[in-house]
């Protein structure tokens, strides 16, 4: 079943939202060569915690000992945070996920450390833009098909691998709701996109293949061939107004270049005018 939010409950979501961009500006200054992995994540852990009865919704979510997941350069997703430090020139994906009064949000940004190469530079822009083109398809009347397939006409023409075997998400009361949101998709195919509906919409690339491996902490997934991967993600209600993005604001708006859409704070198309009630649902095709 795929849960629609009522106009108050994606409020909420964007109150958790809001926590995460908050955090991202914040965490910004502190990703620097020598920081280990393991005191950014007690910092997502502290700065989630000071905001009332916010909750980093990673900690222990199936098991996951982290408070953010924390990945470096080939990593995709799912680091778990360590003694590792930052190395100049290296690019680390942060991704939060926060509950708070029973709703959740979740969003991730990859981060340069210092100086970092042309081709990583060029990945996090390409992967940003793919981002920025998911979202602006999350409309009413269009299905989650064509949120992947406006991140596949981004990425093609550049020659980056979009990894396939992850996927983003319905979000809500849970981290993870139907539906399933592949970064392949095909325009007019699958779940029909509704206002009411919150989705988590990640695209993960990477320069090499879109093959990927589980390390054997049973968490830390990589490229197979060992080439960089970066992931960007926003938490994006869909209302009759078009995509209202619950996550952005802060570090997104002095981000990277963006042709399709400005992220922004949450409330511009969050507010009256989603038209659904609350509670109401409807089934997966
Ligand atoms: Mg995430
Ligand atoms: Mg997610």
């Known amino acids: 079943m795929v849960h629609l939010k009522s106009p108050d409950e994606i409020r909420a979501i964007g109150r958790c939202g809001g926590i995460i961009a908050a955090?991202?500006?914040?965490?910004?200054?502190?990703?620097?060569?020598?920081?280990s992995t393991a005191a950014l994540d007690r910092f997502v852990d502290r700065f989630?915690?000071?905001?009332?009865?916010?909750?980093?919704?990673?900690?222990?979510?199936?098991g996951f000992p982290g408070s953010a997941c924390?990945?470096?350069?080939?990593?995709?997703?799912?680091?778990?945070?360590?003694?590792?430090?930052?190395?100049?020139g290296d690019i680390v994906s942060i991704d939060v996920g926060v509950k708070q009064g029973g709703w959740c949000a979740d969003s991730a940004y990859t981060f340069p450390v210092g100086e970092i190469g042309a081709g990583a530079a060029g990945l996090l822009a390409v992967t940003y833009k793919a981002l920025a083109a998911g979202v602006a398809a999350a409309q009413p009347g269009l299905h989650v098909g064509d949120i992947g397939a406006a991140v596949v006409e981004t990425v093609r023409p550049t020659g980056h691998a979009i990894i396939r075997d992850?996927?983003?998400?319905?979000?809500?009361?849970?981290?993870?709701?139907?539906?399933?949101?592949?970064?392949?998709?095909?325009?007019?195919?699958?779940?029909?996109?509704?206002?009411?509906?919150?989705?988590?919409?990640?695209?993960?690339?990477?320069v090499g293949t879109d093959e990927i491996r589980t390390l054997r902490d049973r968490w830390t997934v990589t490229t197979?061939?060992?080439?960089?991967s970066a992931h960007y993600e926003h938490t994006v209600a869909v209302t009759v107004e078009g995509?209202?993005?619950?996550?952005?604001?802060?570090?997104?708006?002095?981000?990277?270049?963006?042709?399709?859409?400005?992220?922004?704070?949450?409330?511009?198309?969050?507010?009256?005018?989603?038209?659904?009630?609350?509670?109401?649902?409807?089934q997966q095709s």
């Open 166 to 206: 992850l996927v983003g998400h319905g979000i809500g009361r849970a981290i993870h709701e139907e539906p399933q949101v592949s970064n392949i998709g095909r325009a007019g195919f699958g779940v029909p996109l509704q206002a009411g509906m919150v989705l988590a919409i990640e695209p993960m690339l990477a």
């Open 70 to 88: 924390i990945s470096i350069n080939e990593e995709v997703v799912h680091g778990i945070p360590s003694g590792r430090t930052l190395q100049e």
């Open 224 to 228: 197979l061939d060992g080439s960089l």
């Open 23 to 35: 955090l991202f500006a914040e965490i910004e200054p502190r990703v620097q060569p020598g920081v």
């Open 243 to 282: 995509p209202a993005i619950l996550t952005g604001g802060g570090i997104w708006d002095d981000g990277l270049e963006v042709d399709s859409v400005r992220p922004g704070h949450a409330g511009a198309g969050a507010g009256g005018a989603v038209g659904t009630g609350a509670g109401a649902t409807v």
């Open 48 to 62: 989630v915690r000071s905001h009332s009865g916010a909750v980093p919704a990673f900690k222990g979510l199936y």
